[in-house]
């Protein structure tokens, strides 16, 4: 499978400021998506970044706290904006590969601490 | 609201006994389904895929998919301490070209085995 970094591993940021994410992949990929995982919480797609054109963003998230890049077909950013202590959380890179049976593979994360 | 449902947890086996994992999702047409696997701090890890009803083994590891019955379950024989760990289930829409990787993921099942 392909080989996902992501960095920070982890952060702990004042509230009001913002955190960029960065996701690398060692191969190109058409999508990447982007999940928050909530303390003691299962998983939540934020959004899914395709590249050359906008982020698509699931309910309840929006660009402006979240925007999203994607340059290349091997890279994309989360920033999350204007932080506060609820979004205290991990954020994950995710892609997906294969043919017909695709799967879904994640980077090992960033712990986000908001004080 | 695409829901997916696992059985509450956690759940305590002796080690060398099955460990049974169920998931019912909400989406009938729902057409992927993948088991992953998450130790504490770490990101989730794909351990199984299935797509079509009936088995898939691997390993100590059988998927059991019913589509009628909107069923899916990860059986673990001859379990190990290591298996120890909140075990995911993740459904996709996905079939035949459409993104694999968007996936809803159940609230999760802690997996504690003992010696």
């Known amino acids: 499978s392909a080989v996902i970094s992501q960095k920070p591993s982890r952060d702990i940021c004042q509230r009001g400021t913002s955190l960029t994410i960065q996701c690398q992949v060692d191969?190109?990929?058409?999508?990447m998506f982007w999940y928050r995982q909530q303390p003691g919480q299962s998983l939540t797609l934020i959004a899914t970044a395709n590249q050359g054109s906008e982020a698509t963003y699931e309910s309840g998230f929006v660009i402006d706290k979240f925007p999203i890049s994607r340059p290349n077909l091997t890279f994309s950013t989360l920033t999350v904006s204007n932080l506060s202590p609820e979004d205290s959380s991990i954020y994950l890179c995710?892609?997906?590969?294969?043919?017909?049976?695709?799967?879904?593979?994640f980077g090992q994360g960033t712990r986000l601490t908001v004080v | 609201q695409k829901e997916v449902e696992q059985n509450s947890g956690p759940l305590s086996v002796p080690e060398g006994a099955i460990a049974s994992l169920n998931c019912t999702y909400s989406d009938r047409g729902s057409q992927s389904f993948f088991w992953y696997r998450q130790y504490s701090g770490k990101s989730p890890e794909l351990i199984m895929s299935i797509y079509s009803n009936g088995d898939k083994e691997d390993g100590r590891f059988t998927a059991q998919l019913n589509k009628a019955s909107q069923y899916v379950s990860l059986l673990i024989r001859d379990s190990q301490p290591s298996d120890s760990a909140t075990y995911l289930c993740?459904?996709?829409?996905?079939?035949?070209?459409?993104?694999?990787?968007?996936?809803?993921f159940g609230q999760g099942t802690i997996l504690t085995v003992h010696p």
């Open positions: 995710s892609v997906e590969e294969g043919g017909w049976d695709t799967e879904a593979f």
């Open positions: 191969s190109q990929v058409t999508m």
């Open positions: 993740a459904v996709n829409e996905g079939a035949g070209g459409t993104s694999y990787g968007k996936l809803t």
